[in-house]
């Protein structure tokens, strides 16, 4: 491979929070707060939805040349800017139509997730998800003062995960909801939706007059034998009632540089959601943010994303196969985009006189810093993140094996 993937890159006093096990048992992202690593074990980090490897050098080269110049005042979003970003969706997605107006900056997805449902309803309202759900749609839209009405996702005879059209369709029916968040792949299932599933969510959401919000950050991040379809381009009715959310940060571990946008087709919302995204007067793009993504999306961007999709690949077949042949009572749908997994514990627990606590304790005790699935809905489920070296994933699942699985 041209890029490097293999390497072990050291992250120590590199402004790390998946490093951070301090923070991170404090806020009880891992589940418990009590926990701490036996001595002997290295950090392996497997929680928070960022990697570990160094994003494509075309990054830091755009944004070394701007740094080079000694003043960062005030400053327009550039055309290279925008026709970076419609390159990239016509040469990934095969978009077409969409022109820099269309185009809105964003802080990150989930504010731009608040302001479009700020134009599509009112606080109080009620908003349709997905569950499992993606823990940071349920903080924003609960702490804006929106209501969740959860539509349980199901996992099929063949263990994937799918929408239930029925339940969606009764809930928007019965609860007069105006809008939906869709997660476009799904996090933290990893699907990847097929153009049927979107085409009949989309019908419905139509049917009953709702807009739809959606989260698309992991569209890049699709892994063999699958494809992203917009969810915009399903229909041109989908291309109206939707604003779809992207960002660079996903995809080239930049998410500490903040720098997100939206994708509007119809005029009336893209008018609101200007005005609703400007209103806290802090939703202004970074200039190195901007030189981040041009750097990004470049063809050299191109290749590296399809190089890492390779790798995310290998990485989720070997880990998927290792767990559904060798720990017992461990239940998992394969992922087919993002790089999460998210297991189902809840016979191994209870085949073991365990909680969930003790498991995900007895993980981190030995270095595997994993998350909690409970605030994503999974009441006995942990989220792991594969997003790194082969060989620390290959490292993470035989400690699992010897020390935690077969070891409890």
């Not at 002997?40 to 040349?65: H, L």
């Not at 040469?91 to 302001?115: K, Q």
């Not at 960002?247 to 080239?252: D, I, Q, R």
């Not at 993002?338 to 006189?353: G, I, N, R």
Request: aromatic share 10%; net charge negative; with cysteine.
């Amino acid at each position: 491979m041209r890029y490097d993937f293999t390497t072990i890159m050291d992250r120590r006093g590199k402004d790390a929070l998946a490093l951070d096990v301090d923070t991170a048992l404090r806020r009880g992202s891992l589940g418990v707060r009590d926990a701490k690593i036996r001595e002997g074990f290295s950090i392996i980090p497997m929680w928070v939805a960022d990697m570990n490897f160094p994003t494509v050098p075309t990054v830091q080269e755009e944004m070394a040349r701007r740094i080079a110049h000694p003043a960062f005042g005030y400053f327009a979003p550039t055309d290279e800017y925008y026709g970076s970003i419609l390159r990239w969706h016509a040469a990934r997605f095969g978009v077409e139509g969409m022109t820099r107006d269309c185009i809105g900056y964003e802080n990150g997805v989930l504010g731009g997730v608040v302001s479009a449902l700020s134009v599509f309803c009112s606080r109080g309202d009620k908003v349709l998800l997905h569950s499992p759900t993606y823990i940071g749609f349920t903080h924003s839209l609960e702490d804006n003062g929106y209501r969740i009405v959860h539509s349980p996702l199901r996992r099929d005879g063949e263990g994937v995960w799918r929408m239930d059209f029925e339940d969606m369709e009764e809930k928007l029916r019965t609860q007069k909801i105006h809008a939906a968040v869709l997660c476009s792949p799904h996090n933290p299932t990893g699907r990847v939706w097929e153009r049927w599933e979107l085409e009949r969510a989309m019908a419905l959401f139509a049917k009953y007059d709702v807009y739809v919000v959606s989260d698309e950050i992991w569209a890049d991040l699709v892994l063999a034998g699958h494809a992203h379809i917009p969810t915009q381009s399903v229909s041109p009715d989908a291309r109206k009632r939707t604003v779809a959310l992207y960002a660079p940060s996903k995809t080239f571990n930049l998410a500490g540089l903040v720098g997100s946008y939206h994708v509007v087709y119809d005029p009336w919302i893209r008018d609101r959601l200007a005005r609703a995204s400007s209103l806290s007067h802090y939703n202004s793009m970074n200039v190195l943010s901007m030189h981040a993504l041009i750097g990004a999306y470049r063809p050299e961007g191109c290749e590296w994303v399809d190089q890492l999709c390779q790798v995310l690949t290998e990485n989720v077949d070997y880990a998927y196969d290792y767990i559904t042949t060798r720990f017992e009572g461990v239940s998992l749908a394969k992922p087919q985009g993002t790089y999460m997994l998210f297991l189902d514990c809840t016979q191994w627990c209870e085949a073991h006189h365990k909680t969930i606590d003790e498991l995900e304790r007895a993980g981190i005790e030995v270095g595997v810093l994993w998350q909690d699935g409970r605030p994503f809905h999974g009441p006995c489920s942990i989220r792991m993140n594969l997003a790194l070296p082969h060989s620390l994933v290959v490292e993470a699942m035989d400690r699992l094996d010897k020390h935690v699985f077969h070891g409890a």
